[in-house]
């Protein structure tokens, strides 16, 4: 998160427990700062592609081999659908160790694949029970 703001923010540090800053316009109106915690976890969808597969990317620090073969909720404006998260076919992907390797597919009686879906900030994964 911190390298990603050091492209746009005036200032970035860390402090002693993790969080990171970074502070946009300090010295004009309004002044704006953007703070991220480190043990906050989660997923955020990246991208759709055309059989409808959800690509992930992290929130927070943690390890692609822990995801898959989790259930999770995918709900978004079109509704909510139970789904799994899987991995590429080793040969498509060697190394097969990172988060990028990793999609989430909704599990549905549809054979067609979910095209409709889309990333979005009402898109998101919840773990199932």
């Known amino acids: ?3 990603e703001a ?15 800053f970074a502070v946009v316009n300090e010295k004009g109106s309004p002044r704006v700062m953007l703070a991220g915690h480190m043990d906050e976890i989660g997923l955020m969808v990246s991208h759709v592609d055309d059989k409808g597969y959800l690509y992930l990317r992290p929130i927070g620090g943690w390890g692609a081999q822990i995801l898959p073969g989790q259930r999770g ?22 190394n097969n160790q990172d988060i990028e390797d990793l999609r989430f597919t909704r599990f549905s009686r549809n054979p067609q694949p979910e095209t409709h879906l889309k990333p979005s900030i009402t898109s998101y994964l919840r773990r199932s029970k």
Request: proline residues 5%; hydrophobic residues 30%; charged residues 30%.
């Open 73 to 94: 909720w995918n709900r978004t404006k079109n509704g909510r659908g139970l789904g799994g998260v899987g991995r590429k076919p080793r040969r498509a992907s060697p």
């Open 6 to 20: 050091k492209t746009f923010a005036e200032r970035t540090w860390r402090d002693l427990h993790g969080n990171a």
């Open 1 to 3: 998160w911190i390298e």
